[in-house]
């Protein structure tokens, strides 16, 4: 099986829309302040528009796995 990390932070825009922006195979040893961090950077910075409209808030960031099984279907 396969097992496969991902690093998603998710924002709200001036609207309100929640936006999602991952990040593959983050670091093991990533640290909650690190990640803050970097999502106040983006927002600071403001680094990403969503059709035009900056972002304004942070809402989370979790790390999602999931794990792939193929089957060899041939007969």
């Known amino acids: 099986m ?3 990390k ?6 709200k825009t001036l ?3 929640k936006i999602s922006i ?3 195979d983050p670091r093991e040893n990533l640290t909650e302040s690190e990640i803050k961090t970097a999502m106040n950077t983006i927002l600071s910075k403001n680094i990403f528009k969503v059709n035009g409209e900056d972002l304004d808030s942070l809402v989370e960031a979790k790390v999602v796995e999931t794990g792939t099984t193929e089957y ?3 007969l």
């Open 72 to 74: 060899d279907l041939v």
């Open 2 to 4: 396969e097992i496969k």
């Open 22 to 24: 991952s990040v593959d």
């Open 6 to 11: 991902k690093l998603i932070m998710s924002f």
């Open 15 to 17: 609207s309100g829309k």
